[in-house]
């Protein structure tokens, strides 16, 4: 059998979780089945993947115009393949076309949904419109959708109801305990001025509206103040939502100290080190299909204090890995809280009570990790990816 992924991230050029799962479940295919790479970006001496960039031609061309042109570099590279299986929206339009062009069965792997991200309007203009219609294209043509947590197969089913509901499959999101694991290194911790004596929160993720950083950002006002409120955060998604925390941050730090914020894309030892330290860290996601990020501290042994939404709730389980933050979301497709302030305060509640309780922290902290190893191993979600392969080659879609 041989399978054509279709990436826009893969090392080195990973910046999210769709990068993180790309990778790792190439890595884990590789022992058993013929996986072929094909990735955005510069080119790659990894054997058996190939990079694509933009045509030259579409060099002024909007991002959208660019992403489609760099599909269409990839499609014809796909023949002979048994099946091709891309993932998000920038590489579903040539897993789409190679699909039609070849007569082999088309997988998406949904990360995100395009419906669900309305504010992405202002970072790509037009090109939202473009980056949605090659999703809902796509889905609806495809042999299978796979979702990476319950939560998500209920929005894709929503978003796109024409879908066949036995199409679409939940594969959970993985980690790799092994490689993210408990780290104890106080040089780390010193180089970015965090006391390793002091209580803190630990946040890690892009600055993007679906993260949730503004709110956390204002939760934090309320914490005791010995509390840390360590920010691993940067690539923003416009000017406008950096300047938002921007303003907030320089706000925080001047009514308390112990706020720091590290800006640039950390090692994974340097992170593994950070999060082991936390006494609790915390995804204030209004939108969060799983939530790699959480299996990640969980791994490092951090308590999770995380949004009650989307895939976030069969990660976290409430009073036993961490704690779980009730929202009521407006249904426009933003996330956005129907009152903000209540769930900021309802943020700073729930913080305040695990970062006040180091020993129950501790205990989150160990259980998550265990869940981490047992639940959500590569292997397995390899093992359940590849069957998925062989059922759609054996049923002709």
């Given at each position: ?10 090392p ?7 990068g ?13 089945i013929d996986?072929?790479?094909?990735a955005?970006?510069?080119e790659?001496?990894?054997?058996g993947?190939?990079?694509?960039g933009v045509p030259?031609?579409?060099?002024a ?7 489609l042109g760099?599909?269409l ?8 393949a ?5 993932h998000?929206?920038?590489?579903n ?15 998406v792997?949904a990360?995100?949904l ?5 504010w992405?309007?202002e ?8 980056s949605s219609?090659?999703?809902?294209t796509?889905?609806?043509g495809?042999?299978?959708?796979v ?5 998500m197969?209920?929005?894709i ?10 199409k ?9 305990v ?10 780390v ?10 209580p ?5 993720g ?15 006002e309320?914490l ?7 920010l691993c ?7 406008q939502?950096m300047?938002?925390?921007e303003?907030?941050v320089r706000?925080l ?6 706020v720091?914020?590290?800006?640039r ?6 992170l ?12 204030p996601?209004?939108?969060e299909?799983?939530?790699?990020v959480n299996l ?7 308590a999770?204090?995380?949004t009650?939404?989307?895939?976030i709730?069969?990660?976290v389980v409430?009073g036993?890995?961490g ?10 497709g ?5 009152d903000p302030?209540?769930f900021v ?5 729930v913080l ?9 922290a501790?205990a989150?902290?160990e259980?998550?990790?265990?869940r ?16 998925l ?6 049923d002709?879609?």
């Open positions: 059998m041989r399978v054509d992924i279709i990436t826009k991230e893969y080195p050029e990973v910046y999210g979780g769709a993180v799962h790309v990778t790792e479940l190439v890595g884990a295919l590789r022992s058993s996986v072929r790479v094909r955005f970006g510069a790659r001496a990894e054997e993947t190939s990079s694509y030259t031609e579409l060099a061309a909007n991002a959208a115009v660019q992403t760099t599909d570099e990839i499609v014809s590279d796909v023949a002979g048994d099946v091709v299986h891309s998000t929206w920038y590489a339009f040539a897993g789409h076309l190679a699909s039609l062009l070849h007569g082999i069965p088309h997988i792997t990360h995100s395009e419906p669900l991200r309305p992405k309007a970072q790509l203009g037009g090109g939202y419109a473009v219609w090659i999703e809902k796509a889905y609806e495809a042999a299978a959708v979702a990476v947590s319950g939560g197969r209920a929005d089913l929503r978003s796109y109801p024409q879908l066949d509901p036995a679409v499959r939940v594969i959970y999101n993985g980690i790799d092994e490689a993210w694991h408990p780290v104890d290194d106080p040089a911790l010193a180089a970015e001025g965090i006391d390793p004596a002091r803190s929160v630990v946040f890690v892009r600055i993007t509206r679906q993260k949730g950083l503004p709110y956390f950002l204002r939760a934090a309320q005791p103040p010995e509390v840390q409120v360590i955060a940067g690539a923003p998604d416009t000017p939502i300047s938002e925390v303003g907030l706000g730090q001047s009514t308390r100290d112990g720091v914020w590290i800006d894309m950390l090692p994974r030892h340097e593994c080190a950070i999060l082991t330290a936390a006494t609790t860290f915390v995804c996601s209004v939108y299909p799983l939530g790699i990640e501290a969980m791994a490092c042994g951090a999770v204090v995380g009650a939404t989307g895939g709730p069969e990660v409430d036993q890995t704690r779980l933050v009730p929202i009521e979301q407006a249904q426009d933003t996330g956005t809280p129907v302030d209540a305060a309802d943020l700073a509640r305040t009570e695990v970062v006040s309780d180091p020993v129950l501790r989150y902290g259980a998550g990790r265990e981490a190893r047992t639940a959500f191993s590569w292997q397995s979600i390899a093992d359940e990816t590849r069957a392969y062989a059922e759609v080659i054996a002709g879609r």
